[in-house]
């Protein structure tokens, strides 16, 4: 079973508007983390948010923030006010305690912001 | 920014060649990765280290081997290179085995295999 699913290959949004990227998780260890990154068409990889499995709230970075759910194991990405330069790939990726420290990624979303 | 760095940033190279990526840390941090990030399949982890000498395989490690004599340096070799190694790979770095904390990445190389 994959580890982590994102089902949106691509997404659109319209500048200042709002978006969310799905990201589902399977997992069966109540220690893991859960992360997003961007990778802008440059190619670096980017770290963008956060969340522990024990976090009672959800996180949150600038326009970022990332939508928790965990008895549907979901771990949404939420950017408000989109700007053109968000336009890029989206990858939601896990660790576990118990998972040989390795991070799971899933296959990304193509975000574009259309002017 | 992590001081990651990854050598050479893209290379071509013929089938059947040995091919040596080196990641180069100045963060002493314990984990090292090596990923490939093919369209379609996200990132896949090759081979990661939790330590000098220490290292494991990752789900894709059919083809690659991986050595770190020192805590800073974590090099991946294709032993004879195949079309299907045409990739970018990043290497990452991650500070304790701690879930909570995040990977940072090097820049990528590309490699190309003719």
């Known amino acids: 079973a994959q580890k982590i699913t994102q089902t949106q290959p691509g997404m659109f949004v319209q500048e200042k508007e709002a978006v969310t990227l799905d990201c589902t998780y399977d997992t069966s260890d109540p220690s893991y983390g859960l992360f997003w990154y961007k990778q802008p068409s440059s190619g670096e990889m980017i770290f963008l948010i956060y969340q522990g499995s024990y976090d009672q709230q959800n996180a949150t970075e600038g326009r970022y923030s990332l939508n928790f759910q965990k008895a549907r194991k979901s771990a949404n990405l939420v950017i408000s006010a989109s700007q053109l330069g968000d336009s890029a790939m989206y990858f939601c990726a896990m660790r576990e305690l118990q998972g040989g420290n390795q991070f799971y990624f899933g296959t990304g979303t193509s975000l574009t912001v259309i002017p | 920014d992590a001081g990651i760095t990854q050598s050479p940033r893209h290379k071509v190279t013929e089938t059947g060649t040995p091919v040596t990526l080196r990641c180069h840390q100045t963060?002493?941090?314990?984990?090292m990765y090596w990923y490939r990030q093919d369209p379609g399949h996200g990132l896949r982890l090759i081979h990661y280290?939790?330590?000098?000498?220490?290292?494991d395989k990752g789900e894709v490690s059919d083809g690659y081997s991986v050595s770190r004599s020192k805590t800073e340096d974590f090099l991946l070799t294709l032993e004879s290179a195949t079309s299907s190694q045409t990739s970018v790979y990043f290497c990452a770095i991650s500070e304790s085995q701690e879930p909570f904390r995040g990977a940072f990445f090097g820049q990528g190389t590309r490699l190309t295999v003719v």
């Open positions: 963060e002493n941090h314990r984990y």
């Open positions: 280290s939790y330590g000098v000498k220490d290292t």
